[in-house]
């Protein structure tokens, strides 16, 4: 009989999850797991910045005209807008009415202050132009190889007819990438089942009960966003909503268990693509998402600033709720899709409506569930984006079997 590789990764889920559960009960310890997670972190993150680069220039040199670039590009910037300001008022709203901070009881000893630096929103903008693009390459810097990457595709489609090779030559190394990509993934249930181990292992009941209403909170404010933005986006696309969810589950259990929007951005573009999402616009707004566009992390920083400042009884006005959208919305821009960076992008809007960083270290506990939420919902929003501006765009294309 064989399994497909889906079933296997949520086989590899559960099995995870139960010799999490046992491994913490009979305290071996869990992170002999993790380099079983770690192989499978670094096979996909060795795809991702020669799959992003090569990507774009072939999307942006087959787009060829640069006011087409520019509405997609309009378009694109306008739903991460609207979903992510929805995405913090959800989490706002939700917490508002369920009080995940009411009655948690923690030792003050778990309130330390913690120092953390955020990087300066500023900062995040003026450095999109690289001054040297192999350095944003070997850095990793997906702003700046997304931006270097549009500008040469644009050049190469300028060139004209006699230098068809070069876009070609791009075009098939983006096809060798997504198929590197599909060998990388044989390995993902090894993967899946180390992580989930390791971090079940690591985090077990006794970290998540006292905070287990927090947690609560996050998860519904998840699926209320789910419901009112990303289902109807699929719904609009055309695409049935049940293949969405099976074309979709693998980049959702890699974001889950890895806590890295990064980690699943070529299964993310592999699989909306497969779902007829256009070309030039999934390999524009799936790299450019996975960077900028962060609903769960919006949705985290509004449900936690509820929490935080319930916990250190502090009355959060409505203005001041409005700041926390304001200022969320701009953090998760600059949030990295790297497990844990949500936490230190939340100091931002913590400092601005006076809520003490102390609330940090009682977060930070448990703060890997919440990311494991928050990073799915990361990447599901660009999976919707690119297929919702793809037929914005009367661009769909066939779906893939
Ligand atoms: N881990 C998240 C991601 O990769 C970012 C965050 O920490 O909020 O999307």
Known sequence: MKISLTSQMLLALLAGCICGLVVSHIGIDPSYFKPLGDIFINLIK?????????????????????????KIAVKSLIYYTVTTVVAVTIGLIVANILQPGSGVELNADAAKAVSVTPPSLLSVF????????????????????????ILLGIA???????????????????????????????????????????TVGTYGAEVLLPLIKLIAVMFIACIIHILVIYLPCVKYSGVPVKRFLSEMTSTILIAFSSASSAAALSSNLQGVQRLGASKPVSSFMI????????????????????????????????????????????????????????????????????IPLEAIALIAGIDRVLDMMRTTLNVLGDATGALAVSKAENDMQPMQD
């Not at 999109?128 to 693009?133: G, H, Q, R, V």
């Not at 300028?158 to 990509?181: C, P, R, V, W, Y």
């Not at 993934?185 to 390791?198: D, E, Q």
């Open 287 to 354: 790299p450019l998402g996975n960077t900028i566009n962060m609903d769960g992390t919006a949705i985290y920083m509004g449900v936690c600033s509820i929490f935080a400042a319930t916990f250190f009884g502090i009355d959060l006005t409505f203005d001041k709720q409005i700041l926390i959208i304001i200022i969320a919305m701009l953090a998760s821009v600059g949030t990295m899709g790297v497990p844990g960076a949500g936490v230190i992008m939340i100091s931002m809007v913590f400092t601005q409506v006076g």
């Open 46 to 70: 060795m795809l991702v910045v020669p799959l992003v680069f090569t990507t774009l220039v072939a999307g942006a040199a087959a787009v060829g005209d640069v006011s087409r670039l520019g």
């Open 156 to 198: 190469v489609s300028s060139l004209g007819s006699k230098h068809n090779h070069i876009h070609q030559f791009f075009d098939s190394f983006a096809e060798a990438m997504l198929k590197l990509t599909s060998m990388v993934m044989m390995y993902a249930p090894i993967g899946v089942f180390g992580l989930l181990t390791y």
């Open 126 to 149: 003026m450095g999109i132009i690289p001054t040297n693009p192999v350095k944003s390459m070997t850095d990793g810097n997906m702003l700046q190889i997304i931006f270097f990457a």
